[in-house]
């Protein structure tokens, strides 16, 4: 197995995690891939990156701010459907008001509040500065406290 192969299949499962916060788990794979297929076109490939892995997160987190862009342009909301439960449809709730973050926002809580990252060790996989990291935190709580105030 070529170097390339083996950077991706070691940092495949993380990276589909993040993207998957970011975009859902239908365009997760997508996102990877893309990013990945970018990657790999680039002169040294994987192999040419000092440690591939802060590159490919703050690549993934550009990618989906990408697609949240134009899916903000579009606008495509879908309808929920009727006769769901309080507790389905609480969750969703939820995972709608966390998707509608700005996904720098969302990419900061993802891997500070599921994947238990100090500031400091998101702000190196993100490429910014820790205080960069709760500053997002900080407008991402505000975000989700207000939409979540809205809603009741």
């Known amino acids: 197995m070529d ?22 788990p239908s365009e997760a794979e997508d996102v990877v891939a893309d990013v990945v297929v970018r990657v790999l076109e680039r002169p040294g490939g994987l192999s040419g ?9 703050k690549a993934i987190i550009n990618e989906a701010r990408s697609r949240f862009r134009q899916r903000k ?3 495509n ?23 509608q973050l700005p996904p720098r926002q969302r ?4 891997l500070v509040h599921w994947e238990g990252h100090t500031s400091v060790s998101a702000a190196e996989l993100m490429g ?3 205080a960069t990291v709760r500053r997002y935190l900080h407008l991402a709580h ?6 979540i105030d809205e809603r009741d």
């Open 77 to 99: 909301r879908s309808v929920r459907s009727e006769g769901d439960s309080p507790q389905a449809d609480y969750r969703d709730q939820l995972v709608e008001v966390v998707s």
């Open 49 to 57: 990156l000092k440690d591939p892995r802060p590159y490919l997160v």
């Open 3 to 24: 170097s390339d192969a083996k950077a991706y299949q070691e940092l495949r499962f993380e990276l589909t995690r993040l993207a998957t916060a970011l975009v859902g």
């Open 128 to 130: 910014c500065r820790p």
């Open 107 to 110: 990419a900061a809580t993802f």
């Open 142 to 147: 505000h975000k989700l406290k207000e939409m």
């Open 73 to 75: 342009r579009i606008d």
